[in-house]
């Protein structure tokens, strides 16, 4: 239950777990002892991970957490002198009473460090940077939001309405897009469904802040809308009228605003290509897409024509190249598409020698999300997909994870390593740096 403390990267997800749960489970537990003379301890690992505690969790994650730690804790080295945590070891069943065990654990059990739930020491940093930030945010709250105060940021919105329509691009012209087009084929199509999403989204922006500036000019009455634009403005806020039309992203305003130019540059850049020639840019920075997904289908959709086989039977394979900067590949890969602009969360990447693939490893203190190279994505038989040595990595858009799940990925390990610990350090990679 401690990890829920370290946000997503602990539990993706908040669940009502509660001590009914724990009482159940022991009482389960001492049915079992009494009743058999082996424990049977693949039961109980199933019993309170897939059905007890398992029967709150809906995110397959954090079932993925929840039983890796009854795998490494429900064994029979449990009862001899386990290593349960730093100078904590698990007492000699044969030779503890009740309440020498008590006596054990309220003396010598360690305290709720990262360290104790098999994090890294940067989730605890995360946390309280994240609880820091929620207290200001609160604070903030309570600061007051009158209708003065509406009005006055209504008045002082001036300067930042003006900026942001001087920044904001024109939309991309779909009818000169289109005409370019030569075939239909699922690349062209991502392209142009993002090109229409980022025009709809550009749109909204564009109107709301002219409606704003009429406002403050006074050539419109000030209306609702108009003040918490405001308002959000001076908070350095995205308009929750903006997000809906946007994509997932913890960014503040201003910050949300350059990734949005940086986004309508690659769309732009990739419309402008000669599609008849190649309808992909070198790398694609995919966290700039509105939907990562669609594109990493249309990469399926592609091979799947190509070999003439069902959909259903293909999925992404990817592998991590030795390149940080998209400008020094040589060409397009020869199967599938090179992205960039992911990072690492709970783990961190260590480059390979030549042409080998270097392999996940712990992060430095202090970098919470370490920039992943360029990565080659493309697809394969579901039959032919190896996971020797790989660790099943998920990929979310933000570090909220949960909802913003976008693809599992095949992240290669050492040789001598194994998948426990970045399942229980909560290791993902992610597509935007919060």
């Known amino acids: 239950l401690g990890r829920r403390r370290f946000g997503p990267q602990g539990f993706s997800r908040v669940y009502p777990f509660n001590d009914g749960d724990l009482t159940i489970c022991g009482a389960v537990l001492m049915n079992y002892l009494s009743k058999y003379e082996y424990v049977p301890w693949p039961d109980l690992q199933y019993i309170f991970g897939e059905i007890m505690y398992g029967g709150h969790i809906t995110d397959q994650w954090d079932r993925r957490v929840t039983a890796t730690y009854l795998q490494k804790l429900i064994v029979p080295d449990l009862l001899i002198n386990m290593n349960l945590g730093q100078n904590f070891k698990s007492p000699d069943a044969s030779k503890f009473s009740y309440a020498q065990y008590v006596k054990y654990i309220e003396e010598r059990f360690p305290g709720e460090t990262p360290q104790m739930f098999e994090l890294h020491p940067n989730a605890e940093i995360g946390y309280l940077t994240n609880h820091s930030a929620n207290i200001f945010e609160g604070i903030r709250h309570l600061a007051g939001g009158s209708r003065a105060r509406g009005v006055s940021d209504v008045a002082g919105a001036r300067e930042s309405t003006q900026l942001l329509l001087e920044q904001l691009p024109e939309d991309l012209d779909m009818v000169e897009i289109r005409s370019r087009i030569p075939d239909m084929t699922p690349y062209i199509i991502v392209a142009l469904q993002e090109s229409e999403r980022v025009n709809v989204l550009l749109q909204e922006i564009r109107s709301s802040l002219t409606e704003l500036q009429l406002g403050i000019a006074g050539a419109l009455n000030v209306s609702e809308r108009m003040e918490e634009l405001a ?79 069902p959909l259903d039977f293909m999925r992404i394979r990817t592998m991590v190249t030795n390149h940080y900067d998209p400008r020094d590949l040589p060409r397009h890969p020869e199967h599938g598409v090179f992205i960039h602009g992911l990072f690492m969360e709970g783990a961190a990447w260590e480059m390979g020698k030549g042409d080998e693939e270097g392999y996940i490893t712990d992060p430095k203190l202090k970098e919470l999300h370490p920039d992943m190279p360029v990565v080659n994505a493309y697809a394969v038989l579901e039959e032919e997909m190896t996971w020797d040595n790989m660790y099943h990595c998920p990929v979310f858009v933000t570090s909220q994870r949960a909802h913003t799940f976008v693809f599992e990925a095949n992240i290669r390990m050492d040789a001598d390593d194994t998948d426990t610990r970045w399942i229980l350090g909560g290791a993902s990679m992610l597509l935007s740096d919060d």
């Open 231 to 309: 308002v959000d403005l001076a908070n350095n806020k995205v308009s929750d009228a903006w997000a809906k039309k946007a994509y997932a992203s913890l960014k503040p305003l201003w910050l949300w605003f350059s990734d949005l130019s940086l986004r309508y540059t690659q769309l732009s850049e990739w419309t402008k290509l000669d599609w008849a020639r190649g309808p992909l840019l070198r790398s694609t920075w995919v966290a700039g897409l509105f939907n990562p997904m669609s594109f990493l289908t249309a990469v399926v959709q592609v091979t799947s024509r190509a070999l003439s086989e």
